[in-house]
């Protein structure tokens, strides 16, 4: 499993949770760098992770109940990002999450896959956080894959009564307020 572990890491949908609150970040960090037994200096990846998640290296000595919940939520990628993996399966990563940290969580898993060339494995149900992550999508019904293709064609146009019961299931937002939200999100970015 080390071998999986350096190409794919998980960022869990809970990341707030998934931190041992008796860890400092820099523990956080670099425990899974020495548990892989990845070479060089485990402090120095640490702090460049921290960097490309947009948090300072000050943060290095706190531990969880010391750090805001969006710190954790970038906290849990730097984590993965640490190692250098190839693909990061992200579950629910944004569910939970006010609009401007969901927007800045999507945002930075965007960034990464785009700066680092990193692959994103997004499991889940909010079509409106895959439609602005993902290009290419698949749907499961029951453990089976019963559609696949560009997210814009799904949702656009579901062939798979499954799939179109997943786009109708989704919250309507008046066009007015997403126009609005949109608008805010473009300034504060």
């Known amino acids: 499993m080390r071998a999986f572990r350096r190409q794919v890491q998980f960022i869990p ?35 460049d992770a921290l960097e490309q998640v947009h948090l300072p290296a000050s943060l290095m000595a706190k531990k969880r109940a010391e750090i805001s919940g969006g710190q954790a939520q970038r906290v849990a ?53 895959a439609r602005a992550l993902c290009h290419d999508a698949v749907v499961m019904d029951h453990g089976s894959l019963v559609e696949r293709g560009e997210i814009s064609r799904l949702m656009d146009h579901p062939e798979h009564a499954a799939t179109a019961r997943l786009v109708h299931s989704m919250p309507r937002i008046a066009p007015e307020l997403r126009d609005a939200h949109r608008e805010h999100r473009g300034r504060h970015s």
């Open 77 to 129: 990628i730097a984590r993965a990002i640490a190692i250098g993996p190839k693909t990061l399966l992200a579950d629910e990563p944004v569910s939970g999450l006010d609009l401007p940290l969901r927007d800045q969580v999507l945002s930075l898993l965007r960034e990464l896959s785009s700066v680092r060339g990193l692959g994103v494995l997004l499991v889940t149900h909010d079509l409106d956080a």
């Open 13 to 47: 949908q809970d990341c707030a949770a998934s931190l041992d609150p008796r860890m400092s970040v820099e523990q956080l960090v670099t425990d899974p760098l020495r548990r892989l037994k990845l070479p060089g200096d485990h402090q120095l990846r640490a702090r």
